[in-house]
């Protein structure tokens, strides 16, 4: 079995569909479930999710279709918590640029009851049922969907086609399934990893260990080591690069959280760097 979850406008139900066709397995998608819900109850997703904040009754409702699957076999599993509940799974979480993901929901005419004024409008509203989803669910469940190193396999499907990433998923998960132990692994855009360290410290260029370790925070991937790599990937056109997600705490003193730690790292002016060298603008900025 496979669960996926993952960014809103990552292309879950697409990638789904191909699998499905691929493997001949069922497919229970729960986000079609809320969008009901939020039509019975006269809402927007973003506005039943923050009414779900304080009416548990609607996780009970939109959890309940997938809490008894964990016996089941050949399936597709679409959820945001379909990782948690069904711990034996595949679990894969796909990712994107929140600019991309945001005019891809525009452009989909199939969300009848999310409908924006502008792609800007959209990335902030997916922004704000992000962090209320990832809210709710752990003080409901313990359930951090923030951190990368819960999933089997990590996907950016920013720049490449649906078609690519079933291909990269189908490999991963065979290889897998015969595997006698659990490995992590993860696949993402050099546009969408942004430098810690400037191009002009000589120590910043060091080959680092293989592959690329990468701190996730805030919806934001950051390189910690490997900046050579990604660098060269940049210049190379390289579609994608495997990186390695660790632990953000380990980055960060008593005084302050990881968040802290590389807001102080992340400035303008270093990105501003970074964009020059490799000649490339970043689609959106974590400050």
Partial sequence: MISITGDLGSGKSTVSDIL?????????????IQRKIAEKYGMTTTELNKYAETHPEIDEEIDSTFRSLNDATDLIVDSRLAWFFIPKSFKLFLKTNLMVAADRICKDKQRKNESYLSVDEAAKQMTERKTSENKRYME????????????DLIVDTSFISPAKVAEIILKS???????TERSLQAFVAPQNLYPTKSIKSPWAWDMPNQPIQVVHSNSFDYIIDGHKIVSKALKEGKELVPVIFIDAHALCDKQNTYQEHIAQLIKPELLKEWEEFHSFKYLTYPY
């Fill in 140 to 151: 409901l469940y313990g359930a951090d969907c923030t951190n990368m190193r819960l999933f």
């Fill in 20 to 32: 499905c066709k691929e493997l001949k397995y069922g497919y229970v998608y729960t986000g079609a």
């Fill in 173 to 179: 998960y065979k290889e897998q399934s015969t595997a």
